[in-house]
């Protein structure tokens, strides 16, 4: 299982991981941390040390009720740091974290490898179409509504099952278009409950049928530190935890905020595996 960035074709079989640069003063857990160039610099620098294949960049919070933002104001806030990166780690391959097509678009043409989309193209109509014309792989999550809603549209009648249908449309409409390399993203906590959550997770290799590599993003999130109680800060431990339920359930990638520990969760597994 192979994706194609840049002309280097990464080999997903022996799972990746995705550091998060945050580039918004409002994320949940390092919102506003990196507000220079010297931080960010030292920051991604850090992340491919320890072993990241991927660094995500995102100039939109998506956390629950995050205040929407102009697209020139994401465009300002993103764009000047795919540059920068791109002039000091010409090798890194930066994945853009957004829903709108012209950010794709600039991002991509200024040196970004891939798009990672928490709407799956369901909130820019023009997105998918786009990313066929850029060809370059693409990360469609699953969510309802948007990240001011999706809070209100956790009910279901059957998650995993409606959790498949919905990639089963997005993927028959990805391919429609074109588009290659396509992974999937369950969206932990993206219009779903601490309970759907671990529900979601419980049975993670449902979504194995697709046939596509999944990306697992449970870093820090509200059903790690609200189930015990503590700060994001304070849940390393458990996003390593379930980091592992992951990746023996068959993630591809998992995206972090802690590069080193989840590369040695990788390794250990992978060790466990050819034991």
Do not use: W
């Not at 960049?57 to 929407?68: C, F, I, K, V």
């Amino acid at each position: 299982m192979t994706i194609n960035c840049k002309g280097q074709l990464i080999d997903l079989n022996t799972p990746k991981v995705m550091g998060i640069l945050n580039l918004t003063p409002d994320s949940f857990f390092d919102g506003g941390q990196y507000k220079n160039h010297h931080d960010i610099l030292k920051r991604v620098e850090s992340m491919l040390t320890d072993g990241a294949t991927f660094v995500d960049l995102g100039a939109y919070s998506s956390r629950p009720g995050a205040a929407h933002i102009s697209l020139d104001e994401e465009k300002s806030r993103i764009l000047p740091i795919v540059t920068l990166l791109q002039k000091e780690f010409p090798d890194c391959l930066l994945s853009i974290d957004t829903f709108r097509s012209d950010i794709a678009v600039a991002c991509i043409q200024n040196g970004a490898a891939m798009i990672n989309d928490i709407s799956a193209g369901n909130l820019d109509t023009t997105m998918l179409s786009t990313i066929a014309k850029l060809q370059v792989p693409y990360i469609m999550m699953h969510m309802r509504g948007t990240p001011q809603t999706m809070k209100t549209l956790d009910t279901y009648d059957h998650l995993i099952k409606e959790v498949c249908s919905y990639f089963s449309e997005r993927i028959a409409s990805a391919r429609l278009f074109g588009i290659n390399d396509l992974i999937i993203d369950p969206g932990f906590g993206f219009a779903k409950n601490t309970t759907q959550s671990y529900s979601l997770l419980k049975n993670m290799e449902v979504l194995q049928q697709l046939e596509l590599p999944i990306l697992a993003g449970l870093s820090r999130k509200s059903m790690i530190y609200q189930t015990l109680g503590i700060t994001p800060k304070k849940a390393l431990n458990g996003t390593t935890v379930l980091n592992t339920i992951a990746l023996q359930k068959g993630a591809a990638i998992v995206r972090v905020h802690d590069t080193k520990e989840a590369m040695e969760t990788i390794r250990i597994l992978e060790t466990l595996k050819k034991s």
